[in-house]
């Protein structure tokens, strides 16, 4: 949903993108790569189908997916 801006489930393209609440200290469905309350931090941002409900979540930063690949590798 991403790149195509299309649900792969029902073809809508009523698509939203739900992004990181930086003010929040526990917003979204974040991935620590540190076990410093806090660091590491890596928001992962939702694409929400408002056709059918369908979610995909998706970690866009390259430097991200690095860290991410370092820790659990």
């Excluded at 992962?44 to 998706?58: A, D, F, H, L, Q």
Aim: hydrophobic residues 25%; glycine residues 10%.
């Amino acid at each position: 949903m991403k790149n195509t801006h299309t649900c792969p489930k029902c073809g809508s393209k009523d698509i939203v993108r739900i992004p990181d609440n930086q003010g929040r200290y526990s917003s979204g469905n974040n991935i620590y790569t540190s076990n410093i309350t806090l660091m590491g931090k890596i928001p992962v941002i939702r694409y929400v189908c408002c056709g059918c409900g369908y979610v995909e979540n998706w970690v866009e930063g390259a430097g991200e997916l690095q860290k991410i690949k370092k820790t659990f590798d």
